[in-house]
């Protein structure tokens, strides 16, 4: 089949598509160039207009009604606790998730059913995640505006997306290492547990910790289920009430002052320096951990 | 390597969720609602866990109306609002046998503001905004020529606080006559720095929203002088600045913003009534560090003397608006 289409495309190959090339090309370029652009124009006009509020201050004071004194502590906290929680839950959830569709779900109709709903619900405004955290974990199960509501919901956001990239990374395992996992009288569950899951991790700490990434910058879910906007203690419960650093951002933005613009500036720096990290801890443990497979 | 690091990670996570949950309940006060209040009520909860260690303080955004909404599902204890409650708000707080204690806290002028650039429209009427502020407005009243003779013949561009906010509320009830009732055709915004970029950005723009917002762009604004056409409080058009707002010739656009208190957490929660204490003792110096305006400071005293009678109730509801605060507030 291959060799067909390529024997094909010699055989259409004529000197004007020497010039649609070279213009198919420059668009392609544009389109990777232009999002950089702009890209890097909203990090340099950020970092421009935040660098002066970073400081050791910024990050271990409460927030204020003077922009000057005003620090991200409780928002921070609130952020890496809510990441912590929603990992906790969201994991195990995944991984098993995953591991159940892929290695013991027999292929009916309804495991292609509940495949199509997760790859559906991967793709559900964050929003709506909000507003069924809002109803099932606040309201109904009586968690209050709580940390654990929080975590709870971005798990249920998160989990779609792990589940996904979980099972894309357990798909990759040749079924010849199964194969000879079962030939040496090894159970499914040791086959799993020694020859899928080894394997697979590389893959499956990308997803995790990319749909974590993305959990710890959504706003609209964590503002629907009640987060404060105004928090000046540290949550000492998994019960407490919390902010989270996007809310805070997001507050200072639309405050009139333009002082308050600079605090949500750096406040978006420090976020966007977590991000970064989170990303590049899932280049690095995929790049070690596919090294020592090989 | 593997195996030490998913252990050392489930660990870390375990100890943080230990810790988590070895605590003691505090004493907090929840409080949730508009979110022209929030600086205020911020600024006073700032204060006010300093002065008391221990407390806790939470003060969420969700709109008046949102609030109202927590408030009546006994979820906070107090209530931030830019408008009195509502009739149906009222009902429903009735309905789960909520009682609360309506205190003033600070004024806020609405401002209505041009381009820099505009050069003919320095003062409106009460009677010009309505023309162009009305549902029949919409899609006839489209250039500044038709407000007032003379004006340039180009069309009129108009920015406004997005439909959810009290302060859309006030304006078109003070304006138009009718609360929640307006033309449709503007640009409208909750995040009232759009409003700000917008109309510095245009010559032909109109807008309304926060007097605050304005000191802050004082260069990129030029403010409307409002003419309510009545002589009894100020003759001519007035604009509005700390003096006019306080003493209520710039009227029909300055509003007072209240705090609603659940009167069963302030007979239960010692630290509620401690907190409202405080409120009202520190709103004169606290809402003008934030950019409001205090209301006199027989209000305060008035409003101190509700919490201590635990007067019940709301007398701003259905009051017509530039009626003075301590004149409402002396009502029983």
């Known amino acids: 089949m291959k060799q067909q289409e390529s024997h094909r495309s010699d055989f259409f190959f004529t000197p004007l598509d020497g010039k649609i090339e070279k213009a198919f090309r420059a668009i392609m370029a544009l389109a990777v160039i232009l999002p950089f652009l702009i890209l890097i124009v909203l990090l340099v006009d950020t970092f421009v207009d935040g660098y002066p509020r970073l400081g050791w201050n910024f990050l271990t004071s409460f927030p204020s009604r003077f922009a000057s004194s005003a620090g991200i502590l409780s928002p921070l906290v609130g952020s890496i606790i809510l990441m912590g929680l929603t990992a906790l839950f969201a994991v195990p959830l995944g991984i098993g998730a995953a591991v159940y569709l892929e290695e013991y779900a027999p292929k009916n109709a309804i495991t292609t059913f509940i495949e199509l709903n997760i790859a559906n619900l991967a793709g559900v405004p964050s929003i709506i995640y909000g507003l069924l955290g809002l109803g099932l974990f606040v309201r109904f199960m009586q968690m209050g505006r709580s940390l654990l509501a929080g975590a709870a919901t971005l798990s249920l956001m998160a989990l779609p997306m792990i589940i996904m990239a979980a099972r894309e990374a357990i798909r990759t395992v040749p079924n010849d290492l199964r194969e000879a996992a079962y030939a040496l009288g090894a159970d499914r569950w040791v086959t799993i547990r020694k020859v899928v899951l080894p394997l697979s991790l590389p893959g499956i700490l990308t997803g995790i910790i990319l749909s974590l990434a993305r959990a710890i910058g959504e706003t609209a879910p964590i503002i629907t289920i009640g987060a404060l906007t105004y928090v000046a203690f540290l949550p000492d419960s998994v019960t407490s009430s919390f902010t989270a650093l996007p809310v805070q951002i ?12 600079v605090n949500a500036a750096a406040g978006i720096i420090v976020l966007l320096v977590i991000m970064l990290a989170m990303n590049s801890i899932a280049i690095f443990l995929r790049f070690k951990l596919q090294r020592k497979i090989q | 390597m593997t195996k030490k690091l998913l252990l050392t990670a489930l660990i870390g996570l375990g100890a943080l969720f230990a810790v988590a949950c070895g605590s003691k309940p505090t004493a907090t006060i ?49 209530s931030d609002a830019s408008r009195p409650i509502r009739k149906a708000e009222q009902e429903k707080c009735a309905a789960s046998g909520v009682e609360y204690i309506e205190l003033p806290v600070a004024y806020d002028g609405l401002a209505v503001m041009v381009n820099p650039q505009n050069d003919w429209a320095s003062s409106m009427t009460v009677a010009e905004l309505k023309k162009l502020w009305a549902p029949e407005a919409q899609g006839k009243i489209t250039k500044w020529s038709q407000i007032r003779a003379g004006w340039p013949d180009k069309d009129i561009h108009l920015y406004g606080a997005g439909a959810d906010s009290g302060t859309y509320d006030y304006f078109t009830e003070a304006i138009v006559g009718k609360e929640h009732s307006s033309r449709g055709d503007f640009t409208a915004s909750e995040d009232d720095n759009v409003l ?35 002589a009894d409080n100020g003759r001519g058009p007035i604009l509005p600045s700390l003096e006019t707002v306080i003493n209520g010739t710039y009227q029909p656009l300055s509003r007072p913003l209240f705090i609603y208190v659940r009167k069963d957490a302030l007979e239960k929660k010692p630290e509620v009534r401690a907190f409202v204490d405080f409120y009202l003792k520190h709103a004169t110096t606290l809402s003008r560090q934030v950019g409001y305006i205090p209301l006199p400071a027989a209000a305060y005293t008035l409003g101190e003397k509700r919490v201590a009678n635990m007067v019940t109730g709301t007398v701003f509801s259905g009051s017509k608006v530039g009626v003075s605060v301590e004149e409402l507030l002396r009502k029983k």
């Open chain 1, 250 to 261: 997001f507050n200072w933005i639309s405050r009139p002052q333009t002082d308050f613009h």
């Open chain 2, 30 to 78: 929840t409080i949730d609602g508009s979110s022209t209040v929030f600086p205020i009520t911020e600024a006073v909860a700032e204060e006010f866990q300093k002065a008391n260690k221990g407390i806790r303080v939470t003060v969420g955004i969700s709109g008046t109306g949102g609030g109202f909404k927590k408030f009546c599902n006994k979820e906070t204890d107090i």
């Open chain 2, 196 to 230: 700000v970029q917008g109309i510095s950005s245009d010559k032909y723009a109109l807008g309304f929203f926060g007097l605050a917002y304005f000191e802050e762009n004082k260069d990129k604004l030029k403010l409307v002088a409002i003419d309510d056409e009545k």
